[in-house]
């Protein structure tokens, strides 16, 4: 039996958490698509964790996790996430392995990235981290994969300076290199964790191109990002928060109004913590897209969902969601491609009551109170996806299951 998590947003959904929350339960912990950019954060007994390439997973001693072919990997960041780790009391060698097929960061890849998103009439806003540059690269064949570290004839074409940089962590990038085809056929009848990075929304097809991201993040990138087929993933979970936040540019239609909701704006900012963990920037707040919802169930087959941050809403009167645009004086109620009309998209807002109780100590769905439960079953039935799993805190403890993915 597998599981695929992927965030059902722009990102930042507390993937990292529900992850480690169902790592509990699998043998292997897979990463399938993007760089060091994305950053989970988990917090297990009060202590926090930033992880940035290495699968969620790892906090559990007895899990192996791989970091799959879809991946671009930072071999400097990845020892220095690693070395922290370590430094707070994790024991990883043995346990983490790279698939031969992922693609590697070259340190001047940043500065490319960097110049490359100046240079753009309209920037994306990426992180810098030589990310889009790899993906390119890769889309050129002109990628250096681990694969290729011990290909004599690809050596001979890279610069000194890249040799260089590659000799410091080569020995140790071949130790942890597995074939992870061959891995995902072997443990095939064992329980996998297939972790996605990003959201559905900037997913290289489907999301808002160009304001993606260069990798797969949606639920197929699991079978391409690791060599695995598509038959062979058994349930999907999407990670969607009770509220929208994106980070960098592009569009959002529900995004809070700067100055009609500021005040909501930076409640729901400084109550949900949504500022970067990898950049420290504070992520742009509005109300939960249904459609845009929706459209991420439909697109990568969900199962079901997991509603993160639902405590966010605890002390207000009324919450408000947002169930379709209107778009030149149009209802439109279908995700649209365009990036005029998502700018130009008033969302239309549906009104639901508070529920005003703190959900925190809440571990059932029977316990929850009935307000926050019919906007729980609102959402079930716009979606036409069950929501399996609630969180209700940053901690690990402070989440309750209604359905078991890892159970058919
Ligand atoms: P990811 O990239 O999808 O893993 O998301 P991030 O780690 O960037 O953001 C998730 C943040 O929200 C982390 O600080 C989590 O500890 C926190 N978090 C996750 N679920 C909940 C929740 O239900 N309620 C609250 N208040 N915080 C949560």
Redesign the pocket.
Known sequence: MNVVII?AQW???????IVDYLAKDAKYVVRYSGGPN??????VDGKQFALHQVPSGILYSDKKVFLGAGMVIDPEALFEELKMIKDNGVDWEGRVFISDRAHLILPRYRQMDKDRDASRKRPIGTTGRGIGIAYSEKAHRDGLRLADLDWTEKLADLEKEDLDYLDKYKEQLLQMRVDLTQKMWEFRKENILFEGAQGAMLDIDSGTYPYVSSGASCAAGAATGCGIGPHNLDHILG?FKAYETRVGNGPMPTEFNATSEGELCQYVRD???EY??TTGRARRCGYLDLVALRYACRVNSLDSLVL?????YDAMDQIEACVGYEINGKIVTDFPANIDQLNSAKPILQKFSGWKTSLKECRSYKKMPKNARAYVEFIEAFTGTPVSII????DRD??FIRKNPWKK
Do not use: F, M, P, Q
Request: proline share 0%.
């Open positions: 965030g990102g930042d959904e507390g993937k990292g958490k994305a950053g989970h954060t988990i917090v990670v109550t949900g913590r970067g963990v993160t941050h639902l405590d966010i969180s209700v805190g940053y402070e989440t």
